[in-house]
């Protein structure tokens, strides 16, 4: 935050800034959600709705899942939220009782520990690293449970990694779970934004797992607030008062515009999009390796790449500022992910289209003296 409130400060000031700190999609709303967002707000939709969303986003959401995945999810168990954070804070809020624990890796996404202070637990964060692509496996949850231990939290992909969770691994890592009558929490909000690997889902694995998503990332749709989870049949109950009482409802003008999310206009618009982000990444990560950022593994998802930065400086929160400063390019440093060697590393969002990709690389070369 500090360091985006400084980039902010020098471009009030004039300054270039190219911006690869931003953790959201650079495009606008595709049209057609625009226009059906347009449209409900001139058919008066702007009171509110019944707490876990109106039934027919429920339905459509559950059509995606089969539509995608060939997955049969019943729109019963869908819940639609205020942005993933919605879904996140009523998840923690019906599971976790003040006092238990919920794994999750390090570096992640920083929310997730306050959401678990939040419902009084106590977030557990685990180290992770290149051999585990950055994410849980079945063996470390096993090592880290402890009779306080409720649930465990995964993110495929991942921010800051960019990194999945194999099918087989979120199979071993759910019968662990399983196993010791925890539950098993997955954010799939970057669903979508995949280049490589695998693509299914959490919900196609097992019906006893929380199922998190968003309209945020892959569907454009940031600052429209809504979300939505897959809960487990005998919590959904349980949601829904949580979700009346907390919310009353997700936003209704949102809702009818995420109805057209799911068409095939739409999905055409946003599968370019998710080909412009791989080229962005195909170019943006050979660039920083030349540069002397190391990346084990090529990350599959999201838009991030966190590399490690020990080549080239000790200190990557000063790396990041005196970056900014000198050059003008906005990275994020690791520290914002948590406590596993921050230091040693940053996060690049390639939220910004490739002739800025370009002339970010060229700032970091001058800024290592490379140019
Ligand atoms: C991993 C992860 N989960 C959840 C969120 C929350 O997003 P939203 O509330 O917009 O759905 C973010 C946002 O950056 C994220 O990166």
Not at 167 to 193: F, P
Not at 297 to 309: D, I, R, S, V
Request: charged letters at 20%.
């Amino acid at each position: 935050m500090e360091l985006l409130a400084r980039a902010r400060q020098l471009e009030s000031e004039g300054r270039s800034i190219i911006h690869m700190e931003v953790g959201e999609p650079d495009f606008p709303t595709p049209d057609p959600i625009v226009e059906a967002g347009r449209q409900a707000l001139m058919e008066d939709h702007t009171h509110y709705t019944p707490a876990m969303g109106i039934t027919e986003l429920r339905e459509a959401i559950a059509g995606h899942y089969a539509t995608r995945f060939g997955c049969r999810v019943d729109p019963q168990q869908v819940v639609v939220t205020p942005g993933s954070s919605g879904a996140l804070q009523l998840v923690m809020g019906v599971l976790v009782n003040p006092g238990e624990a919920v794994l999750m890796a390090d570096p992640g996404y920083p929310c997730n520990r306050h959401f678990v202070y939040l419902a009084g637990g106590d977030p557990v964060t685990v180290p992770v690293g290149p051999a585990t692509q950055y994410q849980l496996t079945a063996e470390l949850v096993e090592k880290a449970w402890t009779p306080n231990t409720k649930a465990v939290m995964l993110a495929t992909p991942s921010n800051p990694t960019g990194t999945l969770v194999s099918r087989q691994a979120m199979e071993e890592i759910h019968e662990v779970v399983k196993s010791r009558n925890g539950v098993l929490i997955i954010d799939e909000i970057y669903q979508g934004l995949v280049y490589g690997g695998e693509e299914f889902t959490a919900a196609s694995i097992a019906d006893d797992i929380f199922v998190i998503n968003s309209f945020s990332k892959y569907f454009g749709m940031t600052g429209w607030r809504l979300g939505w989870m897959i809960a487990p049949r005998e919590m959904v109950a349980a949601v829904d008062k949580l979700a009346q009482n907390i919310f009353l409802s997700p936003p209704t003008p949102s809702q009818h515009a995420a109805l057209a999310a799911f068409t095939e206009e739409t999905q055409q618009i946003l599968e370019s999009r998710r080909e412009a982000f791989r080229a962005r990444r195909d170019f943006l990560l050979p660039k920083l390796q030349e540069l002397g950022f190391e990346m084990a593994t090529e990350p599959q998802g999201a838009f991030y790449l966190y590399a490690n930065c020990s080549s080239l400086t000790g200190d990557s929160f000063d790396f990041a500022m005196r970056l900014l400063e000198e050059e003008g390019g906005a990275i994020t440093p690791g520290k914002d992910f948590g406590s596993n060697r921050p230091e040693q590393h940053v996060r690049f969002a390639y939220t910004t289209d490739i002739s800025k990709l370009e002339e970010g690389v060229k700032r970091i070369a001058r800024f290592l003296g490379r140019s």
